[in-house]
């Protein structure tokens, strides 16, 4: 069973930087593509970035574009989210999800097949 954990969470000003983590604590089965999720309460949860291993395409929705940067390390155990200049709009709890199949819109929550507990980023103004 794929285990998710992210980590990296923090409270922050306006402007300042966080880099998450998620970490598959299992591969079996491997993923082919993860993502990062976030959600404030009573909302719907909001596909920020994706990517897609085997094709090494990287997605970004437009509200961080040019500010998130998706990343991993050598071993591909742990994939980053790089968030530059954040807003307090960026206020959420962040989530990391994966998926074998990776068919669908990846904005899309119910497609991806495993998440992680989430970590929360706060952004003060």
């Known amino acids: 069973m794929l285990q998710l954990v992210e980590s990296g969470g923090d409270s922050v000003q306006a402007g300042g930087s966080l880099r998450l983590s998620c970490e598959a604590t299992?591969?079996?089965?491997?993923?082919?593509?993860m993502a990062w999720f976030r959600q404030t309460p009573g909302e719907e949860r909001e596909g920020v970035a994706s990517?897609?291993?085997?094709?090494?395409?990287?997605y970004y929705s437009d509200s961080v574009k040019g500010r998130f940067t998706f990343s991993q390390d050598n071993t591909q155990n742990a994939k980053y989210l790089q968030m530059n200049s954040l807003k307090p709009e960026d206020t959420a709890m962040y989530y990391c999800?994966?998926?074998?199949?990776?068919?669908?819109?990846?904005?899309?929550?119910?497609?991806?097949?495993?998440w992680g507990q989430g970590t929360q980023v706060t952004v003060s103004s």
């Open positions: 990517n897609y291993f085997r094709v090494g395409l990287t």
């Open positions: 299992e591969y079996i089965p491997a993923p082919n593509c």
């Open positions: 999800a994966a998926s074998v199949a990776c068919r669908g819109d990846w904005r899309v929550a119910s497609i991806w097949d495993y």
